[in-house]
């Protein structure tokens, strides 16, 4: 029977990492996996593919749109539907290859098999051939993630009604799409299709679309996608899906129920949210508990009532998203090793992979209102930038909460380009408790799209944006 200081379920970002963290504080590390390849949802069927297809579908639509305005005359773009897909397999075969370098590197044995717990000491192990091993830990950490969240009502086939793993596969460019969700997950596959000429119709319970982000970014993103052609139906509730070989026949109705309307489209793509993973875990064996959502009750440091078991990521409470899966393993790691980490939740930045991107770290306006803190807001448009117009991407703002009093940082939304990549800078700042002054006196290079992040700035702290 074999034995571990610390057996990891799941290889996702948050397994994999906190894997690679115990093992340089010196820990034998076991990592349990079920499927043949490494990374998780992210790696394999989430986060990785659906960038590489988001900047195919990017790259075709500039071509198709925008080449003529830089003088670049290209003979109507036509799409290789195959390599198009195959780019994205080898993009995430790269990915997974890396993970296993780096578990040989680090020294991190690898069970490929389904582990579920015997007692808060023992898992046993199903391989693929059918056979099973004991594994006796120190400590554990569930990383088993998530999956989407289907009603049974919506009968998913994974032919014409899927969810997104089915939509990074489909292996042809659909004339039409419906997407019931105007999440992030949807609304990312959606511009995918929209860029390559589906017509897509998004589906959306509430009356905006990303609820829980910024509500001027999430309406200016809906304006930007309405560009691509996707049309928005919001308020409206789903009572049912039906597929055939052909087409998923979709009927929805206003939530009053006073409006009924039917929707064929050649899929539909289920996009409402995802639930936690503990299948076949047996999580009671060990005496851990479960919440009325099927998530692994934590305490302290991530322990489960089983004081040696800890749980990150999907599998617990709060935002789904790999760095926070990451930064809780690291976490875990260093607990185990006698260090006292920290996160700080409230700065986990949250991004949207459209076009233009939409990211955001800290309070909401909403969010604000709901405590009673008082606040200040300064907003900056992309159209303003010298740098947005030289490369086309006017569509945008930055905007920059403070607090009324102590001009404290409390929150920055951004939409627009790269904003996926200017989120950082107010992160870092938060994360030290800087003033919207402060942000606004860094000198920003010129010209840049982080210029919108000073100006918004310096409009929060005295109305003084320079180029508005």
Excluded at 37 to 60: H, M, Q, R, W, Y
Excluded at 72 to 80: V, Y
Excluded at 428 to 438: P, V
Aim: proline share 4%; with cysteine.
């Amino acid at each position: 029977m074999e034995t571990t200081d610390l057996a990891i379920i799941g290889s996702g970002p948050g397994g994999y990492v906190a894997a690679i963290r115990a093992a340089q504080l010196g820990m034998k590390v076991t990592l349990i996996e079920k499927y043949n390849t490494l990374g998780g949802t992210c790696l394999n069927v989430g986060c990785i593919p659906s960038k590489a297809l988001l900047d195919s579908s990017e790259l075709f639509h500039q071509a198709t749109h925008q080449a003529s305005a830089h003088g670049i005359q290209i003979e109507k773009p036509t799409l290789d539907v195959s390599r198009f897909f195959k780019r994205k397999e080898e993009v995430v075969q790269q990915n997974t290859k890396g993970i296993e370098y780096l578990m040989k590197k680090n020294k991190i044995r690898v069970i490929t098999g389904m582990a579920s717990f015997l007692d808060a000491k023992t898992l046993n192990i199903k391989t693929p051939d059918g056979k099973e091993e004991k594994l006796i830990f120190q400590n554990a950490i569930i990383a088993t993630g998530s999956k989407p969240n289907i009603p049974a009502s919506f009968q998913f086939d994974k032919k014409r009604v899927i969810s997104s793993t089915e939509a990074l596969s489909l292996g042809e460019i659909p004339k039409s799409l419906c997407i019931v969700g105007a999440g992030v997950i949807g609304l990312e596959l959606g511009s995918v299709y929209a860029r390559l000429g589906t017509q897509v119709d998004v589906i959306e319970y509430m009356d905006r679309i990303l609820p829980g982000l910024d509500a001027d970014c999430a309406q200016g993103l809906q304006k930007s996608l309405a560009g691509l052609g996707i049309r928005f139906h919001l308020s409206k509730s789903v009572h049912s899906v039906i597929p055939n070989k052909e087409h998923a026949l979709i009927d929805y109705s206003s939530l009053d129920g006073k409006e009924s309307h039917s929707l064929k489209a050649d899929y539909c793509l289920v996009s409402i949210g995802r639930k936690p993973f503990t299948e076949g875990l047996k999580p009671e064996a060990a005496g851990i508990r479960l919440d009325e959502k099927g998530r692994i009750i934590v305490g302290e440091d991530l322990r489960t009532d089983a004081s040696n078991i800890f749980a990150i990521g999907d599998v617990i409470k709060g935002v789904m998203l790999a760095h926070k899966a990451e930064e809780e393993g690291v976490y875990v790691a260093e607990v185990l090793a006698g260090h006292k980490p920290h996160i700080h939740y409230d700065l986990i930045p949250n991004v949207v992979y459209t076009w233009p991107e939409l990211a955001a770290v800290g309070a909401t306006e909403e969010q604000l209102k709901e405590k009673g803190i008082p606040y200040k807001v300064g907003k900056f448009p992309y159209k303003a930038l010298g740098r947005a117009r030289a490369s086309m991407d006017l569509d945008g703002l930055v905007k920059v909460l403070a607090h009324e009093k102590s001009d404290r940082l409390l929150g920055v939304h951004i939409l627009g380009a790269r904003a996926a990549d200017m989120i950082m800078e107010a992160v870092a700042l938060m994360e030290f408790g800087a003033s919207a002054e402060d942000m606004a006196r860094i000198c920003h290079p010129h010209p840049t799209y982080t210029e919108a992040v000073r100006e918004a700035a310096l409009q929060a702290t005295a109305n003084r944006a320079i180029h508005s």
